[in-house]
């Protein structure tokens, strides 16, 4: 179900990978399907790859043509009426739910990660946050692996910090020392050698730190008191030496008998680096980062996907087509915006339209520098001028022909 | 009735601009001089600010400009004319961004000859292609690149830097901070170049107006007096900051002529700007607010704009009506489901009107005779010149002579009119439905239980508006449209919303799943419903429930669906397996009557829901139904097996716990060890609740009222049952266990460090039995935290609500279902991808396969 949209395109984006989409090619095994979709190429297909997939295994022509004309015809009666003002009706259908929604629910998703559900993740979607509260990458791999191995990749992408690692620390205040002792158990577990590893150090410690197999050891300034030589501990036990910043923790799910890595924290770009991880089914929660890494058509797709799994796990029944609508309005333009008086309403045509929803003197007195000019189409200014609105009833006019007398 | 006096105009566009001084001189019918209001007679002064020149607010006096009394006179502005120019505080920004971006000698834009014309055309393209908001913050990004510019590209003069101190001083902040006067900001300002406007984004308008020389003095309507009860007289808040701009600019224009030193010039002249500033906003940061002598801050004019309480949203926006009507709502069974019971006192008092024609002439003259006071009667009668007399009976006789076709009687509401009824928060389109009238001798609004979800409402003193609508396109609309018959199906999912509710499930959930009746009884039964299609009863011998409720389905009715006990199956219009229940004809999702709607249409619906709610309500009335403590009486025998599953699975997790203190807890990925022990914890913990669940649907009577509730889903749960006797269970808090209160412990009476179930939120007793007062306190926790949750929720969810609403508010379906907004842009090609509407699916569906079905006549 992907809408036909000319792709805007930002030469600044930097854009990882391109998908190429194949076209699905629906092919019946009725001639009589085959060539009615040759002929209307914009009925929908999905109602006739249903219909063949149910109709009874020896369908006669005369059937199959009276139940297309029956399928055509209620689906003619099923279409929407024109000049339905489908803006507000979408806004209702998913604002009424939510007055049903629970709020402060934290919902475990995989094992380790949870994630913010209900009516705060629902405003963090149409805001379009920048900065999420609980921000998720799903990682799929490019081919099956042992769970030990895919355990082993799944390290490799969680931040460590040299605190992992350490069995002991002694500080010695009289030789300006701190001795680190590392467990050389755990760099197994991860898999990688100790020697790259402190490589990862931070130049600070790194210049003055020797290592030799099993102890790092840190030397201090000459005029280093003990707190001096405690922060440098802490500065070196909490560096990174290994995985992706920012991603906070990880952990395995089984989805349709495939391991899937589900990481707490974003980190699109660094993920492009690991070898094992297929790079065409990322998934992230976060919209202003696929956008920025996958383009318009996915940050649209993730809305979608992240309202339905609100609406899901609520337990509500929210049309697809509302939340469809929703993520079109936010993305457009080419660009993902929020519902706030930032996004979409301060593009609205009309002054008095802005003006109604919030900071009105801002908006008014605005309009005013740059002479703006505004044709009365849009709900609010006519309803603010006692007129009639140009949608639903309002739009159809009746002329009566006066009478001779 | 087209009159002159209803022929409106069309206001087709608005346009937005800077008033400049010539234009408000223009517009001005008074100069204003003096700030004195009133003479010692208190008429109103000559060259006041309540000229009468600029409208009248009270009766016995016309305007002295068009000769209108108070009512008609929308009031005339005046003008006055300020000794020293001033800065506008509303566009102080634009000002200060001006000064910044231009020359200080030779006031050009300091921006290079060669590229204006380049950059002005870019600008164009851009705020096109950007949108409004886009481009300002640009436009800033482009201002603020000419801040930095410090020699003109055009003159080579150094420029300085200049700073906007306060809110409307603006200082050079080289050297010892000289200030830039506002007489000279305007003499700069008249000199930019005409071709550089653009460049600073700014329209049809020259930057000098943005400065005040000319004040306008809106008309006195819009600032009326008030007089109080004890005769005093108390001007509007804008009346009185006009009468210190007016005395202030008096003084600053005395001074001048006078010659004063120029420091004290300065200070009336800043005390001028004050006060100006504070007429337009009196919120600005910054300034400290004018006051009343009383202390109370004066009611600026944006102040007057802004806000909920504003013009915009309380006046522009929400608009208040006629011909309405509020009280609380109760139910009746009795009636329709698209009808509403209306008090007669109601009745007699909306009205409908009427047009007087040569067919209906006699009925509405009746009505007339009968007058306000007998029902049903009229109330008003309009004549042909369009004024409007209020009935009486002592002019009866009068009007019935006057009356003749080309009149309006304004009747009362009878019977069969169509209004639209709502409640409050109106959050969907089912919130507002049209029902048809049926007056009775009440005091409240009745409705059919059945129309409660759409509404949320319920009996326990909500109250309801009715608005009786008045022109006849509005009464088809109601009707046509609006109409609860045309509601049935939710536009969000697809599902049928309206349907039988609380005893009329149980009822027929009874009535199918076991009784019998004789012949007689169940004719007997069909009747007392209201069921009149004799020819239909086709009774031998004992009849059984299903074959009754059979009866009041369509005839050929096939349908398969789902009950909370298996498939229910319908053939041919006979419910040959399965028992109705909420899931199949109760509200909010029945599944029956989404199908009957698609294959019978709303009338049928409307119809077989009456008939399906009485004939339950019927079932329970003649065999008894109650609830009482002995359903909740549980063998002994049971008691004991909820009781060892307690213990049980307290030893289990008494050993979770021993080996978590010494260590030996294995963890599980990606969980702390303390995680782990509350996930183990936890998860036993709802076993109880299961198991408990399991043992109380096998052991517990089902045919007790508590469990026929529970089972058909009318009301109450399973899980009720079993918290009121095996026990209430685990209290949750965010999804764990409660785990907050003192250091290390929940409650002072337990030991700190304990993580035992007791003490971590278990309740184990039942709500029959008691609880402990620990327990209590659990209990209150998780009752508390519910009770924020909602309380929270609720502003949250309507400002979501508004500013979806507002951001897509403009959306339509064109001719060919494509979506566009306000400006035309295409949001969709096709709405939804396939261009069918929700509230004709099922469940959002396309539904093929009942199409196949029935084309092949059920053969699938």
């Known amino acids: 179900m992907a809408t036909k949209k000319e792709k805007v395109k930002k030469e600044k984006k930097e854009v990882i990978i391109e998908n190429k989409v194949e076209e699905i090619v629906f092919k019946s095994k009725y001639k009589i399907l085959n060539d009615f979709m040759?002929?209307?190429?914009?009925?929908?297909?999905?109602?006739?790859?249903?219909?063949?997939?149910?109709?009874?295994?020896?369908t006669s022509d005369s059937d199959l043509k009276k139940i297309l004309n029956n399928v055509v015809e209620e689906y003619e009666n099923s279409l929407i009426t024109p000049n339905e003002a489908i803006g507000v009706i979408t806004a209702q259908s998913v604002g009424e739910p939510s007055?049903?929604?629970?709020?402060?629910?934290?919902?475990?998703?995989?094992?380790?990660?949870q994630s913010v559900e209900g009516l705060p993740r629902l405003i963090e979607i149409l805001d379009i946050k920048k900065t999420l509260e609980m921000p998720m990458m799903k990682l799929y791999l490019k081919e099956q692996l042992s769970e030990d191995k895919v355990?082993?990749?799944?390290?490799?992408?969680?931040?460590?910090?040299?605190?992992?690692?350490?069995?002991?620390?002694?500080?010695?205040?009289?030789?300006?020392?701190?001795?680190?002792?590392?467990?050389?158990k755990e760099f197994k577990k991860v898999g990688v050698d100790p020697e790259a590893l402190i490589g990862n150090l931070d130049k600070k410690i790194r210049k003055s730190s020797e290592f030799d197999g099993k102890t790092i050891v840190i030397t201090g300034g000459s005029n280093d008191g003990l707190k001096d030589l405690m922060g440098m501990k802490e500065f070196a036990l909490s560096s990174i030496v290994f995985g992706i910043k920012g991603i906070r923790d990880v952990s395995l799910i089984k989805e349709n008998d495939e391991f899937v890595i589900v990481t707490k924290g974003i980190a699109l770009k660094q993920i492009a680096n690991i070898s094992e991880i297929d790079i065409s089914r990322v998934y992230c929660n976060d919209i202003t980062e696929m956008y920025n890494s996958y383009g318009v058509e996915a940050a649209r797709q993730t809305v979608i996907r992240e309202i339905m799994e609100v609406v899901k796990s609520q337990g509500l029944s929210i049309n697809e087509r509302h939340v469809l609508l929703i993520a079109d309005v936010m993305t457009y333009t080419g660009e993902p915006r929020g519902m706030t008086r930032y996004g979409i309403v301060a593009d609205k045509l009309n002054v008095l339209t802005r003006a109604s929803f919030e900071t009105p003197l801002k908006h008014i007195s605005g309009g005013a520098l740059i002479n703006e000019e505004n044709v009365l189409t849009s709900i609010t200014e006519n309803v603010m001028t006692n007129q009639m609105v140009y949608v639903g009833t309002g739009v159809p006019k009746v002329s009566v022909k006066k009478s001779e007398n | 009735m087209i009159s002159k006096h209803n022929i409106t105009k069309r206001i087709d566009k608005i346009t937005y601009s800077v008033v400049s001084p010539k234009e408000i001189i223009k517009n001005?019918?008074?100069?204003?001089?003096?700030?004195?209001?009133?003479?010692?007679?208190?008429?109103?002064?000559?060259?006041?600010?309540?000229?009468?020149?600029?409208?009248?607010?009270?009766?016995?006096?016309?305007?002295k400009t068009c000769s209108q009394s108070y009512k008609n006179c929308e009031g005339h502005f005046g003008h006055l004319e300020l000794a020293r120019p001033i800065l506008n505080v509303l566009f102080v920004d634009t000002i200060s961004s001006i000064l910044k971006s231009t020359c200080q000698e030779c006031f050009r834009v300091l921006h290079p000859e060669d590229k204006i014309k380049e950059t002005i055309e870019e600008f164009g393209r851009l705020r096109k292609e950007m949108g409004a908001e886009k481009f300002l913050k640009y436009h800033s990004r482009f201002m603020s690149s000419l801040y930095k510019i410090k020699t003109c590209p055009h003159c080579s003069a150094k420029q300085e830097d200049i700073k906007l101190d306060k809110s409307s001083v603006f200082v050079f902040m080289q050297g010892e901070k000289k200030r830039l006067l506002t007489t000279e900001i305007r003499f700069r300002f008249e000199n930019i170049a005409q071709e550089d406007l653009p460049l600073l984004n700014i329209v049809g308008i020259r930057p000098e107006w943005l400065l005040l020389t000319v004040l306008p003095i809106p008309p006195v309507s819009m600032r009326s007096t008030i007089t109080l009860q004890s005769g005093q007289r108390s001007e509007d808040d804008l009346t009185h900051k006009l009468t210190d701009i007016v005395r202030t600019n008096q003084r600053l224009h005395e001074h001048l002529l006078v010659g004063v030193p120029e420091a004290i010039?300065?200070?009336?002249?800043?005390?001028?700007?004050?006060?100006i500033s504070t007429y337009f906003d009196n919120t600005i940061p910054g300034l400290p607010p004018a006051r009343h002598r009383n202390g109370d801050t004066l009611k600026s004019i944006s102040e007057r704009i802004k806000g909920k309480k504003g013009i915009i949203r309380n006046n522009l926006i929400g608009k208040r009506v006629n011909y309405s009507a509020r009280t609380v709502i109760s139910p009746d069974p009795r009636l329709k489901l698209n009808e509403v019971g209306v008090p007669l006192s109601v009745a007699m008092k909306l009205t409908i009107p009427e047009p007087v024609t040569e067919e209906n002439i006699e009925y509405l003259k009746d009505l007339v005779r009968n007058g306000p006071l007998k029902y049903p009667g009229a109330n008003y009668l309009k004549t042909k010149s369009g004024s409007r007399k209020s009935i009486s009976l002592d002019i009866i006789d009068v009007l019935l002579e006057e009356i003749e076709p080309g009149y309006e009687v304004e009747r009362h509401l009878l019977d069969g009119d169509s209004i639209v009824f709502n409640r409050q928060p109106s959050l969907h389109k089912l919130s507002m439905m049209g029902h048809i009238v049926k007056v009775l001798p009440i005091k409240t609004f009745a409705i059919n239980p059945g129309v409660c979800k759409p509404y949320n409402a319920d009996f326990d003193g909500d109250e309801m508006n009715l608005h009786a609508a008045q022109t006849l396109e509005a009464r088809q609309e109601v009707e046509r449209l609006m109409d609860v018959k045309h509601q049935l199906i939710s536009p969000a999912s697809g599902d049928a919303v309206i349907g039988c509710v609380q005893d009329a499930i149980t009822g027929l959930y009874v009535l199918t799943n076991f009784l019998e009746y004789e012949k007689d009884d169940a004719i007997q039964l069909l009747f007392s419903v209201g069921f009149r299609e004799v020819e239909k009863i086709n009774f031998k011998g004992k009849v059984s429930g299903k074959e009754i409720f059979s009866i009041i389905l369509p005839d050929d009715l096939n349908f398969i669906g789902e009950s909370k006990f298996g498939v229910v199956k319908i053939s041919n219009g006979k419910l040959i397996e399965g028992v109705i229940d909420k899931k199949t004809v109760g509200d909010g999702g029945g599944t029956l009557l989404r199908h009957l709607h698609k294959n019978y249409g709303p009338d049928l619906v409307l119809k077989t829901v009456g008939y399906m709610s009485n004939l339950g309500l019927q079932v329970l009335k003649k065999r008894g139904f109650t609830i009482s403590m002995g359903d909740f009486d549980i063998p002994e025998k049971v008691k004991k097996e909820i009781d060892s599953i307690n213990d049980k699975v307290f030893t289990q997790i008494d050993k979770v716990i021993e080996a978590y203190k010494l260590g030996e807890l294995e963890r599980v990925t990606g969980f702390t060890l303390e995680q782990t022990l509350e996930f183990k914890v936890l998860q036993l913990l709802n076993s109880i609740r299961d198991e408990a669940m399991k043992i109380v649907k096998e052991e517990l009577d089902h045919n007790s009222g508590t469990m026929?509730?529970?089972?058909?889903?009318?009301?109450?749960?399973?899980?009720?049952?079993?918290?009121m006797h095996a026990g209430v269970g685990q209290q949750s808090l965010r999804g764990q266990r409660i785990n907050r209160g003192y250091s290390q412990r929940t409650l002072s009476c337990f030991k700190k460090g304990d993580i035992t179930p007791e003490a971590r939120g278990y309740i184990k007793n039942s709500l029959r039995k008691g609880l402990e007062p620990y327990e209590v306190f659990f209990g209150s926790i998780t009752g508390r935290d519910g009770l924020m949750d909602t309380a929270l929720r609720t502003p949250k969810t309507g400002y979501l609500y508004r500013r979806m609403a507002t951001s897509m508010l403009d959306l339509m379906i064109f001719d060919d279902r494509s979506v566009r907004n306000e400006a035309g842009v295409v949001i969709q090609f096709k709405y939804g991808d396939d261009g069918v509407d929700v509230a004709k699916t099922v469940s959002g569906h396309f539904d093929v396969k009942s199409i196949v079905e029935n084309t092949l006549g059920g053969k699938l």
């Open chain 1, 38 to 58: 040759e002929k209307n190429p914009d009925f929908p297909t999905y109602i006739l790859i249903e219909l063949d997939s149910i109709l009874p295994p020896k």
């Open chain 1, 99 to 113: 007055t049903q929604m629970t709020l402060n629910t934290f919902h475990f998703a995989g094992v380790a990660t």
């Open chain 1, 151 to 184: 355990k082993l990749v799944s390290s490799k992408i969680r931040e460590t910090k040299l605190f992992d690692f350490v069995k002991k620390v002694d500080i010695d205040v009289e030789e300006k020392k701190v001795v680190i002792d590392l467990d050389l």
């Open chain 2, 28 to 63: 001005s019918v008074v100069k204003v001089i003096t700030p004195e209001i009133y003479d010692k007679y208190g008429f109103p002064v000559e060259g006041g600010l309540m000229d009468m020149r600029m409208g009248v607010i009270e009766p016995g006096f016309s305007c």
């Open chain 2, 265 to 275: 010039i300065e200070d009336v002249w800043d005390l001028l700007q004050y006060h």
């Open chain 2, 708 to 723: 026929l509730m529970a089972d058909s889903g009318a009301m109450g749960k399973i899980l009720s049952i079993v918290q």
